[in-house]
Every structure is written in structure tokens, then in C-alpha cells.
């Protein structure tokens, strides 16, 4: 087995002003011939893990202090929600002082209106949106400011928006410089409920981080907004859209709840300072649902105390999902963990019975720290993010047998999401309440099983993805254009797959796809593709107009290097690129119009392509179909979402991406 190696990772380059938009990093280094498949018992008893199906781990975690929330932008009623009547968020924006600001990178809206954030309807109080324009009121429906979005909150970009008022003057910002004041808006607000993100009537913005509303005008001038997230202070009366799970991080705790289609993702306007780091950050496995399981032979005591801990990210409720299980058929000592799809519920049954059901739901697209322990009384707790979900008293002995992983004895019950940092242990960890877990958990004294999903090979210096390496794919350090090794290809059954995610789907916005290249074949017509998205689950498309591809060999001679995006079609000349030689493809849209380019020179070229790639999957070293499989190595492979890195011709990097930003 491979353990990856995580400090050779690291590149060496300084930070870089724009690495927040980069969605996709993937240095290629560590240890020769490993992949992402081998998943180790980090316990004292270094338990052998075996794979079922297709999970695989990565980067993507629980971890860090950089987040936003993602609210789908077609469609009404993707929106986080609050009883607004009498709320602190309430009080604030009705005293003599207030601030309402966060960060957004708003998507293009289908219907008429887009919300960012609005209380109690039309025609009361505070509401952002835009139809043809931006439009800001207050009470009863005055109309304060109105604009042009495109100018001052355009597409695909993070824009830093605060609304003060300071007595009865009103001035709108964004990034820090002043738009205009407005005075004598009501301030009344007196009930209703906020929604933030979209409205039930409404489409979604797309991704919002850091919406704080505060009770002080907290800018009197132009500023430099913050390049750190907002911490609670005591002018704070809501704070919310920066953790890894939907909660108002004020000292006033507000209740939410969660509507529609949406999600809490890494993707945010601050980017990192820190390089990943597996100590830091740690890991997760990602199981699709249909199939993946793990096992080991460690197993939950049969009596007395213990606690079962882990981060769970629910991503479906299609059938009810197994978290972890000791089962065989029949009741008697049967122990699972489970993800309640009908009812959004964790629950637990041991032996014939429900023990335990979380007294509150939650929601798909968000971690949720959960654990289960037994103290040597028999009281069973279930506390989900540090708080106490249900409680009871039972002795029942538990099944000593194979432990599983995301199914019930290979069986059925199979969870479609994330899970990191499984850890039993044979004492109750937790009796009172607790803060969820900062960092990645370690061995503690009386761990039996302890699985962080940190032996990625292959993971995502950006921390977004957990890729899985499908057939032979795998590091090489014999062949590389920077760092300690390349991902390899051998052209017949081997690829990278990441499931779909808002973060590698484009829109019609700009972004950038890079990579080094060595190829070792680039003139069969069967050997060519190393890139695609698509719509297909796997990362396969079914046609050759499901998303962005990069093609070599035919149709234009040997050595040419195609991209399609969408149903067009761009083309460089025979002998762009040559074979066992490490060449540079990079392939732009900004505004629309799309370059190809080869070491830094455009290639080909079009304007007017606006393809909306979106829902996309991600296959990297495959095309169309397992016919059309990319042999060679790729290095520094990069996706920068929402920005045109190359509008001209450019000198080729001199060395490995930046792991971080300058924050």
C-alpha cells in the first residue's frame, strides 16, 4: 500500500492575487504508482480497510476557516430563511445605525428577479435585487439606489457589497468604494421572515460568503475590505454564509432554515494563505451512492462504553443511507448508523429497535459533525454538532462482526455524500456539550478504528475535490515538468473523475483550464483525449457537444491540439504538438470569446461563445468514451473559475502554480 506524500506537494511558488478563483489544483506529486484507492486505519491497530465499488478520498474536508454557501441560480426558492419579527437582524436595521454586507459572486439569473437579500416582501423592507438593474429599498418600498449590475456586481467575480446607515443617510459600497448616499428611508421593520441567497419567488444569486448585518454604520468613508472572514463581535447581529455548515455565528445563534437547492462549499473571495495540508485540513472519502462500501474486522464494543464520531455530507436522499453498520441478518445485535432520508434525520438502530433519532432535521450539502456514545451507565447520547439530539438508556450488546462503511453488509442502504474523520473509541468521548472537532481527529487513547481518508495520491491542492482514479492512473516521479512527479495515463482503461459540482460548472462565464502535457501518442486517433466535462454521471459524455473537451490527432493531422466547447470547435495546425515533449495547452473564455493557446502562443480562437456549461462532471485523461483514452502525463493541471487568466499571447509558466493567495 502507498501512503501519499503531502509535504512534497507543496509548491514552491509565492502566492498569487487571484488563486481564490482557482476551483481545481493538482500537482501530480508524491509517491510512485500510488492512486487514490487504498484507505487506511489510522488507529494504533492499523486495521486492513477494504474497497468496495468506486469510493474514493481527497482533499475536500470539514476543515479551515474559508467558506460560502452556493444558492442555485435557476429556478425560485433556493434561500436560507429566519423568523425576521423581532429578531436582533430585525432591532439592527431598525435603529439609528446598521450594516448590511457580504461578499457575492453572482450567477446569471433565468427568471425576471434575482435576490440577494430581502425581509417581509415587495413593497416593505430592505431588498437586493436586480431585474434589468439593481435595486436597493427600505420600508414600504422606497427605492433608495438603482443601477446597472453588470457594471457594479458583474458576473463571475467576487464583489464585496455593504449597505450603512448611519441616522437617516444611507451609502452603498462595493469593494470598499462608494456608489452614493440616499436620506430619509423609513427604517420601520417590524415583521416578516428575512431570505437571503434567493426568495421563494425568486431565483438564486449564486454564492454568498460572510453576509454579516451589524448595529453600527461601520464605514464613513471608502475602505479596503477585509481579506479575512468577519469574526462576531458585539456589534454583530447576524453573521452567517463562512462555515462549513448553515449557522449564524453571532453570539445571537438565529435559527435558520435551509430551502431549495443549496450547499456550503469552499469556493470563497478570500482563497487561502495556507497551503493544504493533511494535518491541517485533513481529508474525505466520497461514496456515489451505488455500490462503494468499505470494511474492517474493527468493530464497536460489544458492552459498556464507546463513541462512534465522524463528519458526515449528505449529497442525496434517494433511499434511507447506512453511515457505518455492524449487521447480519436478523435483529439480535445489529448496530446502524444511519442517514434518514424521508424524514433529514440521523437515526440509530441497535438490535430490533430505533434507539435514537435526532429531535430536529438538517439538510443535504453541509457537514455536520455526529457522534454516538454509550457510557458505562448504558446512557446512549446522539450529539450532532456538539449539542445533544437524543438521548436514552439501552444495554443492548452489539454484534461483533465486520464493521461497514457507508452500506449494510454490502447489502443495500448506500450513502451518496462525504464522510471524514471515523473514529471509535472505547469511552464515552463526550458527555456534556461540546464544540465540533477544528481539526483532524487523531488517535486518542482507546481508539479501536480511526479513518481520516488522507491517502489521496492524487488530491486537490485547491481542497474541493475528492477525485477518483479510475484503472491504472497514478503518480509517476520518472517523468515531470516540476515537483516530485506527473499523473500518469496509459491510454487503455485509465482516467480522473470528480462528480459534479457548482465549483468545475462554468455557465457562460469566463474561466481557464491549464495544463502541462507530455504525450505519448499524438497521432492516434484513439489515444487523444486528456480532458472533458460533461453532464454525464462518470465523466464521460455522450456526444462530442456535452461540454469542454481537449482532443489531439484527427480532424486536422497529426500533433494538432483541439478544444470543443460546447458544439464549436477549435483547431490548431498539424504539429502544435509534439510527442514525449512537455508543452502548455491552456484554454480561455472571457466575455465570451474563447483562445486556444500552445507554450503561451494562440492557436485558434472564436468571440460570440456562450455556452452554458453547466452541472458539469470532470474527466481528466478521457473523451467521449473509454474508446477515447489520453496516453501520457500531465502536470500541474489547473481550473481558475470566473477568470480569463490568458486574453493574449504569454510566456509559459516557469513554475509550478501557487498554492496560495496573498491572504
Known amino acids: 500500500m502507498f501512503a501519499a506524500s503531502k509535504t512534497d506537494s507543496v509548491s514552491t511558488a509565492g502566492p498569487e492575487d487571484k488563486f481564490n478563483y482557482v476551483t481545481m489544483l493538482l500537482h501530480g506529486d508524491g509517491t510512485n504508482g500510488a492512486q487514490n484507492n487504498t484507505f487506511l486505519d489510522s488507529g494504533p491497530s492499523t486495521f486492513s480497510i477494504t474497497r468496495n465499488g468506486n469510493p474514493t478520498q481527497g482533499s475536500f474536508s470539514p476543515y479551515g476557516s474559508n467558506w460560502s454557501n452556493f444558492f442555485l441560480n435557476t429556478g425560485s426558492g433556493n434561500r436560507i430563511t429566519w423568523d425576521f419579527t423581532s429578531s436582533p437582524a430585525q432591532t439592527a436595521l431598525a435603529g439609528t445605525n446598521s450594516t448590511i454586507e457580504f461578499w457575492v459572486f453572482r450567477l446569471p439569473k433565468s427568471g425576471t428577479y434575482q435576490c440577494m437579500f430581502s425581509t417581509a416582501g415587495d413593497s416593505n423592507n430592505f431588498i437586493l435585487l436586480d431585474s434589468t438593474t439593481l435595486q436597493v429599498t427600505s420600508n414600504g418600498g422606497t427605492e433608495m439606489f438603482r443601477l446597472n449590475p453588470d457594471t457594479y456586481i458583474p458576473l463571475n467575480t467576487w464583489t464585496h457589497v455593504a449597505l450603512t446607515c448611519s441616522g437617516t443617510t444611507w451609502t452603498l459600497y462595493f469593494n470598499g468604494t462608494s456608489y452614493g448616499t440616499y436620506s430619509g428611508a423609513s427604517k420601520s421593520n417590524t415583521s416578516g421572515t428575512a431570505q437571503l441567497g434567493g426568495r421563494n419567488d425568486m431565483n438564486g444569486c449564486g454564492y454568498l460568503s460572510n453576509f454579516r448585518i451589524s448595529t453600527i454604520s461601520r464605514y464613513s468613508g471608502n475602505f479596503t475590505p477585509s481579506t479575512t472572514p468577519f469574526v462576531s463581535d458585539g456589534s454583530t447581529a447576524m453573521l452567517t454564509c463562512q462555515s462549513n455548515r448553515f449557522v449564524d455565528n453571532s453570539a445571537n445563534a438565529q435559527a435558520l432554515s435551509i430551502n431549495g437547492t443549496m450547499s456550503v462549499q469552499r469556493f470563497n473571495p478570500f482563497g487561502t494563505s495556507t497551503a493544504y495540508s493533511t494535518a491541517v485540513i485533513g481529508g474525505s472519502g466520497y461514496f456515489d451512492g451505488s455500490g462503494d462500501y468499505l470494511t474492517c474486522s474493527a468493530s464497536v464494543p460489544a458492552t459498556g462504553a464507546f463513541t462512534v464520531e465522524m463528519f458526515v455530507y449528505p449529497t442525496s436522499t434517494a433511499g434511507y443511507q447506512l453511515l457505518l453498520s455492524q449487521f447480519t441478518s436478523g435483529d439480535a445485535g445489529n448496530f446502524q448508523i444511519l442517514w434518514d432520508d424521508t424524514n433529514n434525520k440521523f437515526t440509530v438502530n441497535l438490535g430490533a429497535s430505533t434507539v435514537l433519532t435526532s429531535s430536529t432535521t438538517f439538510s443535504l450539502n453541509a457537514w455536520y459533525h455526529l457522534a454516538i456514545t454509550r457510557d458505562g451507565s448504558n446512557n446512549m447520547t446522539m450529539w450532532v454538532n456538539g449539542a445533544s439530539a437524543a ?107 470528480q462528480n459534479a459540482s457548482p465549483q468545475i460548472s462554468f455557465g457562460t462565464g469566463d474561466f481557464t483550464i491549464e495544463a502541462w502535457i507530455y504525450s505519448l501518442d499524438v497521432s492516434s486517433d484513439t489515444q487523444r483525449g486528456w480532458l472533458q466535462t460533461s453532464s454525464t454521471a462518470g465523466g464521460l459524455a455522450t456526444s462530442f457537444t456535452d461540454g469542454v473537451t481537449f482532443v489531439f490527432g484527427t480532424p486536422n493531422g497529426n500533433g494538432c491540439i483541439n478544444a470543443i466547447v460546447g458544439s464549436t470547435n477549435y483547431s490548431s495546425s498539424g504539429g502544435a504538438v509534439s510527442s514525449s515533449t512537455w508543452t502548455h495547452i491552456a484554454l480561455t473564455r472571457a466575455s465570451g470569446a474563447v483562445k486556444l493557446f500552445v507554450n503561451g502562443t494562440s492557436v485558434a480562437s472564436g468571440t460570440g461563445n456562450t455556452t452554458n456549461l453547466s452541472g458539469q462532471f470532470i474527466c481528466i485523461g478521457g473523451y467521449y468514451s473509454t474508446a477515447y483514452l489520453y496516453n501520457g502525463y500531465i502536470d500541474d493541471f489547473r481550473i481558475t473559475k470566473g477568470y480569463a487568466r490568458y486574453t493574449a499571447n504569454f510566456t509559459a509558466p516557469t513554475a509550478a502554480f501557487s498554492d496560495t493567495g496573498p491572504y
Open 391 to 497: 438521548t436514552t438508556t439501552n444495554s443492548t450488546s452489539i454484534l461483533q462482526t465486520t464493521t461497514y462503511i457507508a452500506s449494510r453488509s454490502a447489502l443495500d442502504g448506500y450513502f451518496n455524500g462525504y464522510l471524514s474523520n471515523i473514529r471509535v473509541t472505547n469511552t464515552a468521548v463526550y458527555t456534556t456539550a461540546f464544540t465540533p472537532p477544528t481539526a483532524p481527529l487523531t488517535a486518542i487513547s482507546g481508539t479501536s478504528l480511526l479513518t481520516n481518508f488522507t491517502n489521496a495520491a492524487i488530491f486537490d491542492n485547491a481542497m474541493m475535490n475528492d477525485l477518483e482514479t479510475v484503472g491504472n492512473a497514478q503518480i509517476s516521479t520518472s517523468v515531470k515538468k516540476y515537483g516530485t512527479g506527473s499523473i500518469a495515463f496509459d491510454g487503455t482503461d485509465d482516467r480522473l473523475v
